[in-house]
DNA sequence: CTAGGTGCAAATAATTTGCAGAGGC
DNA sequence: GCCTCTGCAAATTATTTGCACCTAG
């Protein structure tokens, strides 16, 4: 709850000028945990500033959209609500027509598909929404769901990154290890045993930092995921699963080593930096360092490779520097 | 552009008469294309009927949502658009934000996830909302993009179902021979043989299809895409693929493709339901029926094998009629 | 002192509603 | 003739604007 606020002169546009009104609208809107509408808040401002007009709070929350602070959501019913955006992932929503509550989600499988469409009809974005509409759980059951604040997101958001960062390197994992069994070549399979071993070795790491996470607050673990991932984990290693045949030779190995491993550490670097600082930005950057170190291993393991098949065989130039490149 | 017209006599609400104005509210609605706002489709009426008002032409889009006739989409810029939903696949929004044209999409995969999602937060879906905002090819380079209408919608729905189901087809085609080559067991391979074959004659009838679709309208190929699909073609037997070996015997074979043709089956026959009659809804529905054929070959033989291998070592009561189950 | 911020009230803009009259069954 | 539909105008709702006044820099 102790949320750090985000450093508001630094948002506020050229020329403009401190106003206690605007920061007292402003103090509210972050202390809101949900949506609120534009009237909502000036309910709630006018409770305890009184004063207030509401054309202000609607033209502090224009402000704010600008400025990033703030984002703007639309459910269809005529009335725009917003909500803060700082350390608040940008993400999708399930709005219940019968309560009207809503909940967020996240799926890097449905941005990256958003994104390639997008591609594909040479659109250029600027903001994509998901909004799944019906009747929520609460409503069809009468079970109560218990709220969750903004702290609790962060930590779950931390929570699924990791669970995402876990599935991959086991995804790897299992790929590494199949591939090392199917590989007749001696050295081919000891490349694959390696990648294997290091993948285990990092999944071990991931998964104290899993413990650990949740160790801070026991009821993490069962909280509703909000980060939805299906690609990334098993779908990086698809395309190398495809290349799998017995004759895989140590360089064959190499290549599909680094092909995986550069997937990863790209997708995890592009989706990292989609989001706000959080533990799970954290997460997702980290991943795609250590995914990126495995890939220099690799592509240096190749190169020595290309090295000594080039020296025994010198049949072109033979008087070529070693350890030069092109 | 010779659309028939839904049956408007069995869509009207119980105890709603029929009405001139109402009629040719609804007769100028369907003979629009894109989408229009309430108040466009007033001045539309206006000009060939005299004397509607602008409440009947609201109310009218009301009924006509209720009566699934039209459907409502909400752009964010405070007024509610409406367009025909007969023989228009339920779909997603590409949004250009400077010209405010908007264009259309549909991607299977984007619809599975949302399902899962919902499904995983035990929300029950009654619309999925997809809008991707941002600025088109069209103001970006100011070429002309060509205007689809109606009839053309329809045919390169269809086509992109018939693309969708090649794509599956080939997808097929090519883990079977993959599988074929890979398994060792003479009758293991003989099945995946077989199976693959299948695939290849199948195919062969779907590309004379598209062929012939094609021939109708020369532009139709260089159109843009407008239903997406990656999981459904190659997805499909991404979970067979994994549990291939050298080791796999005819047994095991058969299951892995009855688990493949069962997917596939169940996904067209899910997928091709959720639309309105259409060549596109034809195209998936005659697919999915073409893998149950599959499915229904594979089970029978995959009986038969268990029966002939339960037959020669009678382990337990070698007094059972063959050909009998349980 | 002055540019911008503010409250209030009035303006807009999309849509709905009340009501008296018209029209289908 | 009844019940629904219709046009018009007035009401409602969410949001913006005009304007005289206020306040920070």
Known sequence: MDRQLPDLSALRPAGSKRSSKRDSVLEVFLRQEGHV?????????????AGIGRATVYRTLQWLVGAGVARKVDFGDGRARFEPAYRHPRHFHLICTRCHSSSEFLSSDVESLLEEIAAARQFTTTQATVQISGICEQCRTGRPTPPVDGATTEMVFARDALRMAIATERSGLDFY?????LTKDPRGRSIFQKLAAEEGEHLGTLETRYRELLAGDPALESRPTFLFFKG?????????????????NDQEALLIGI???R???????????????????????????EERVH??????EYRALR?????????????????TRS
């Open 37 to 49: 509408s534009a009237d909502d808040l000036f309910d709630l401002v006018r409770r305890e500033t």
């Open 259 to 261: 092909k995986c491993e």
């Open 295 to 300: 890939l220099d291993l690799l592509m240096r």
């Open 307 to 323: 090295q000594r098949q080039t020296k025994p065989s010198p049949r072109g130039r033979a008087a070529r520097r070693p350890r």
């Open 263 to 289: 997937g990863s550490h790209k997708f995890f670097k592009k989706y990292g930096e989609r989001f706000e600082d959080s533990e799970g930005k954290q997460v997702f950057l980290e991943f795609a360092e």
């Open 232 to 248: 990334a984990a098993s779908g990086l290693f698809a395309e190398g699963s495809k290349q799998l045949r017995q004759g895989v």
């Open 177 to 181: 290890t199949r591939a090392a069994g």
